[in-house]
């Protein structure tokens, strides 16, 4: 049973590109969670998604960041006009979509170096 | 909303000693308690969890344990190994299917 799968491992890009991160859930998992980890820091929550629904979306910031997560296909986490700040591991989670399951799976990340 | 400390944010102990890490929360509603190990480059890697509903859990060498009155939950390792080394992460979430909050991290090493 594969775990989270995320896409690209490491990504490079220039101030102003524009950066996609993928994310393919655990067979049978249906909630999908996107965090931003700084270095030395802990993880900070991006946003929550089921299903071609945002369910929560109170750790995104505004402007230039969004997250989708289709019927058909990973979940994207695009961030458009990158700047350096975004230098980061963004990780995804992924969970189950049953009452008693509180448990959440993460992927190896994606590490975005803007240069 | 949410806060979650965690101490120490390193710890040195000798391989075959325990680590404690201590994490405590501010939201009395938190009823979810992951401990996840992060090695270096990799995802965290969920290794224990407790609900608010238990007071102690255990597996193996690896504890938890949580005092909802004082808002406070420790994991305990015992017989520390050089593979136990990695940075652990305590978290809290208030209710299923949300977001966790996470605390700083704790760097584990264990000295052979």
């Known amino acids: 049973n594969a775990g989270v799968m995320q896409n690209p491992r490491h990504l490079v890009r220039r101030r102003g590109q524009e950066a996609r991160l993928r994310c393919s859930p655990m067979k049978g998992h249906s909630h999908v969670y996107w965090y931003r980890q700084l270095p030395e820091e802990g993880l900070k929550f991006m946003v929550y998604l089921q299903k071609e629904n945002i369910i929560d979306e109170s750790g995104m910031p505004k402007e230039r960041f969004s997250a989708e997560f289709p019927k058909e296909g990973p979940s994207i986490l695009r961030i458009q006009q990158v700047v350096r700040g975004d230098s980061a591991a963004y990780f995804c989670?992924?969970?189950?979509?049953?009452?008693?399951?509180?448990?959440?799976?993460f992927g190896p990340g994606t590490r975005l170096t803007v240069t | 909303g949410e806060n979650v400390e965690q101490h120490p944010s390193t710890l040195s102990v000798q391989e075959g000693d325990s680590a404690v890490i201590k994490c405590t929360y501010s939201?009395?509603?938190?009823?979810?308690f992951p401990w996840y190990k992060q090695e270096l480059g990799k995802g965290p890697q969920l290794i224990i969890d407790?609900?608010?509903?238990?007071g102690e859990k255990k597996d193996q060498r690896i504890a938890v344990t949580l005092n909802k009155t004082a808002k406070h939950f420790s994991l305990h390792i015992t017989e520390t190994q050089p593979e136990d080394s990695a940075v652990y992460f305590c978290?809290?979430?208030?209710?299923?299917?949300?977001?966790?909050?996470f605390g700083p991290g704790t760097r584990l090493s264990v000295l052979p």
């Open positions: 989670a992924s969970s189950p979509a049953t009452r008693s399951s509180y448990e959440q799976y």
């Open positions: 978290a809290a979430s208030s209710y299923r299917g949300q977001n966790f909050v």
């Open positions: 407790i609900r608010s509903n238990v």
């Open positions: 939201d009395s509603a938190s009823n979810y």
